[in-house]
């Protein structure tokens, strides 16, 4: 099976520039995640889908970042402009369900670590 | 929201030797679950455990939902067992992980 693709692997941008990020989920997987992870930190959910609709995008700092699911399969997450405080490694997470009492199949990408200079 | 807490924050130890790790949580949980990043960054779930014990080959785990701790027991740790070790939990009232700080584990050959 394959696993949560992720592109590209690292990225480095100049401040006030946009980037974006490309997530591509475990097929079938309804639930898709972004995920911050500042250095030594743990990971921060950003935003959640249920197919192509946000469930929660309550700590998406909505100024500047900006996500969707078209078709309810593949994400892209977008950043413009960036800020320094925005290099961190950005996870992409599926699963076949997203409840508050399991997650089936839960899987992490790789992720994509972003650097601001 | 639900605080989660983990401890040691950092651990090194020679190949062969056992450990314990421990996470503990401000509220009630549903979900819980270990994950384990290795040098690569990658993500792998390693129990989910929101009460109880299980093993898997040379790792346990036991939570104790009543006390709001979670203990992950490593045992003849190898190299391999390197990366940061992640506790995440998801509270009654919200439905999203947690993530804890980490505990960084190094295995010395």
């Known amino acids: 099976e394959a696993g949560v693709a992720q592109s590209p692997r690292y990225k480095i941008i100049e401040k006030r520039q946009s980037v974006a990020f490309w997530c591509n989920p475990i097929s079938g997987h309804a639930t898709l995640y972004w995920y911050q992870q500042i250095l030594g930190q743990g990971p921060k959910l950003l935003i959640q889908f249920q197919n192509n609709g946000v469930v929660d995008d309550s700590q998406l700092p909505k100024d500047r970042f900006s996500a969707e699911r078209l078709k309810g399969v593949d994400s892209t997450l977008k950043i413009q402009p960036a800020k320094l405080e925005d290099s961190a490694v950005y996870l992409c997470?599926?699963?076949?369900?997203?409840?508050?009492?399991?997650?089936?199949?839960?899987?992490f990408g790789s992720g994509t670590r972003l650097t601001v200079v | 929201g639900i605080q989660v807490e983990q401890s040691p924050p950092d651990l090194i130890l020679q190949e062969g030797a056992n450990s314990t790790l421990r996470c503990n949580f401000s509220d009630s949980v549903n979900n819980l679950q270990w994950f384990h990043q290795n040098p690569w960054g990658q993500l792998i779930n390693l129990f989910y455990i929101p009460s109880g014990t299980k093993q898997n080959g040379r790792l346990s785990a036991t939570t104790v939902a009543t006390e709001r701790y979670s203990l992950l027991y490593i045992s003849s740790s190898q190299t391999t067992d390197s990366g940061v070790y992640f506790c995440a939990v998801v509270s009654y009232y919200g439905q999203n992980f947690v993530f804890g700080p980490g505990t960084r584990l190094s295995v010395l050959p």
């Open positions: 997470a599926s699963s076949l369900v997203g409840t508050g009492e399991r997650f089936y199949g839960y899987t």
